[in-house]
């Protein structure tokens, strides 16, 4: 299978503890995407990679997220000192970026996501 | 800033009749892309059809058509000959054109096929 795939996929955590999450995006895709779903809501931004430069974060995305994507392949979604608050459904997603001055709408593929539940 | 809204929390379609599913957004933009995308339950979120701000034809992929009403900033998607396996959420999404891809999702509609 050669979509988005994201590791783990469901993950249980006490409160205060530290999680992280995996994205591998599809293998030519030079752009990925974290989004975070909460229960009844369509996805949230919280951040962006061209390659391994992270070029936009959301302001949901708090000091203790962190984003990472070394060497422009996989990347690693890290939240310190978890709280409730952020238990949730976080989404990884990927699209190639076209070259050209009038791109395509370039489609954002997207991972079946990591399930986070925070006691 | 953009946002999207869906109105419709739910809607119920019977099989084989045509629902559609409302999505207006705000935006100073001009240009920019809208997208409907389909999430089947416990499965990952796909891509259903795309639409372009600058073409003024409306998209349509098989079964899947939208009615892009640009000033009254409006994006319905109109299913067609409803199936069992169309159940599923449906979220409106805006992304503009320029530096950031983001996408702006609405809260979505829950799609309910009756047999």
């Known amino acids: 299978d050669t979509g988005v795939s994201q590791d783990p996929r469901h993950k249980i955590t006490k409160r205060g503890q530290n999680v992280t999450f995996r994205c591998d995006p599809i293998s030519e895709h030079n752009r990925l995407y974290w989004y975070r779903q909460t229960l009844g809501q369509g996805p949230e931004f919280l951040t962006y990679?061209?390659?391994?430069?992270?070029?936009?974060k959301s302001r949901l995305l708090s000091d203790r997220f962190s984003a990472e994507r070394p060497k422009g392949s996989f990347s690693t979604l890290e939240i310190q000192r978890t709280e409730q608050g952020d238990s949730a459904m976080y989404l990884c997603?990927?699209?190639?970026?076209?070259?050209?001055?009038?791109?395509?709408?370039?489609?954002?593929?997207f991972g079946p996501g990591t399930r986070l539940t925070v006691l | 800033a953009q946002t999207v809204t869906q109105s419709q929390p739910e809607m119920s379609v019977q099989e084989a009749e045509t629902v559609t599913l409302s999505c207006t957004y705000d935006?100073?933009?001009?240009?920019?892309?809208l997208f409907w995308y389909k999430q089947p339950p416990s499965r990952q979120m796909i891509l259903v059809i795309r639409?372009?701000?600058?073409?003024?034809q409306n998209a349509t992929e098989n079964r899947f058509s939208v009615n892009f009403q640009k000033a009254a900033k409006s994006f319905s998607l109109k299913i067609s000959d409803s199936q069992l396996g169309d159940a599923a959420m449906y979220f409106c999404?805006?992304?503009?054109?320029?530096?950031?891809?983001?996408?702006?999702f609405g809260s979505g509609t829950r799609l309910l096929v009756r047999p």
């Open positions: 999404a805006y992304r503009r054109v320029g530096s950031s891809y983001k996408l702006i």
């Open positions: 639409q372009e701000a600058y073409k003024q």
């Open positions: 990679f061209q390659n391994e430069a992270q070029l936009e």
């Open positions: 997603a990927s699209s190639f970026r076209w070259q050209g001055s009038t791109p395509p709408a370039s489609e954002q593929f």
């Open positions: 935006t100073s933009e001009s240009d920019y892309y």
